[in-house]
């Protein structure tokens, strides 16, 4: 079963900032935390991966909060190639990663 | 660039037939897994194996075997294929740096089964 709680779906406007917000209550000290991108008839893509605190690279942030129990994948000025299935999850070094469905992202022009 | 190859993007069997899916990964990755990703169901874990003619189960792995003779290939067999498991497969490398890891996918194989 899947480690995380996100929503299933949203919406949002090209140009605009969308926050998409991960529950993880029962993460582990060794756990990362891990988004990945999917579009349609596509394999996942690695977005970005954290452990505390705040994470950025020429895509994405992730937000993580002290206690860790959730953290927040930050896409800023999105666009129309946005639109796609974005999961969080939750990792250790050697072990499979546990998909959950996903949040299945809509950007509008 | 890490490459994962399917062996096919498209396949086409009919019930009963032992079928072949092959994965191949270009970077010396020691972790393999396969998945497979239906509508309302996201993906699931089959099969993955850390290191060659190791092998563990996954959530779903009914119906299913698998095979690591090199460490660069891992193929899912499907004993005989039934209409349940059409589907989209997707194989997956990833190699461990410390606590962090990714994982490459490759870019799927839809199988139906007739």
């Known amino acids: 079963l899947a480690k995380t709680t996100q929503p299933i779906s949203m919406d949002s406007y090209e140009g605009q900032e969308v926050n998409i917000t991960c529950s993880h209550n029962?993460?582990?000290?060794?756990?990362?935390i891990t988004w990945y991108q999917q579009f349609p008839s596509q394999g996942p893509r690695f977005i970005i991966q954290?452990?505390?605190t705040k994470v950025t690279n020429e895509v994405a942030s992730l937000f993580i909060p002290a206690d860790r129990k959730s953290s927040t994948l930050s896409l800023p000025r999105v666009s129309l190639s946005d639109t796609a299935v974005y999961y969080c999850?939750?990792?250790?070094?050697?072990?499979?990663?546990?998909f959950g469905k996903g949040t299945t992202l809509s950007v509008s022009s | 660039d890490v490459k994962v190859t399917q062996s096919s993007r498209y396949l086409v069997k009919r019930t009963g037939e032992k079928v072949f899916l092959e994965c191949v990964q270009d970077?010396?990755?020691?972790?393999m897994f396969w998945y497979r990703q239906d509508p309302g169901l996201g993906l699931r874990l089959i099969y993955f194996?850390?290191?060659?003619?190791?092998?563990e189960k996954g959530d779903i792995p009914e119906g299913y075997s698998v095979s690591r003779e090199k460490k660069e290939r891992f193929s899912l067999i499907l004993e005989s294929a039934s209409t349940n498991q059409t589907s989209m497969y997707l194989c997956?490398?990833?190699?461990?740096?410390?606590?962090?890891?990714?994982?490459?996918f490759g870019p799927g194989t839809r199988l139906t089964v007739t």
């Open positions: 999850l939750l990792n250790q070094a050697g072990t499979a990663l546990i």
């Open positions: 954290g452990y505390k």
């Open positions: 970077m010396d990755h020691e972790n």
């Open positions: 194996s850390y290191d060659v003619k190791m092998k």
């Open positions: 997956a490398s990833s190699k461990i740096r410390d606590r962090e890891y990714e994982q490459y």
């Open positions: 029962n993460i582990a000290t060794n756990d990362y």
